[in-house]
């Protein structure tokens, strides 16, 4: 059974960085893909950035290109998304999720950690 455990939220300033982890275990990664997702309060979960695990290739929502990366390390098993410029937009409970790169379904998440940018 594939479980995700997110950490790294916090509260932070407009223009700060911060970075989220998450940590995969129970599965063959090399299938899979893992991707960043985030809920506003009020608002559905909407999709940031995903990177496929076997050759690093990458997605993101247009709303952080060019602020956040996602990166992966392979001996740790664990997923990073780097968040730069933060903006108080950006504030949202964000959750990993894995899926089989032979699905478009994420079937495994993680319990969310909490990012919340002051003006």
């Known amino acids: 059974q594939v479980q995700l455990v997110e950490s790294g939220g916090g509260l932070v300033q407009a223009g700060d960085s911060l970075r989220l982890s998450c940590e995969a275990s129970?599965?063959?990664?090399?299938?899979?893909?893992v991707g960043w997702f985030r809920q506003a309060p009020g608002k559905g979960r909407t999709f940031v950035a995903a990177?496929?695990?076997?050759?690093?290739?990458?997605t993101y929502a247009n709303s952080v290109k060019g602020r956040f990366t996602i990166s992966r390390d392979n001996a740790k098993n664990t997923v990073y998304l780097h968040m730069n410029s933060l903006k108080p937009d950006d504030t949202a409970i964000y959750y990993c999720?894995?899926?089989?790169?032979?699905?478009?379904?994420?079937?495994?998440w993680g319990q969310g950690t909490q990012v919340t940018v002051s003006s």
């Open positions: 129970g599965g063959a990664f090399s299938n899979y893909a």
């Open positions: 999720a894995a899926r089989s790169i032979m699905t478009l379904i994420y079937d495994f």
């Open positions: 990177i496929t695990w076997s050759d690093g290739s990458t």
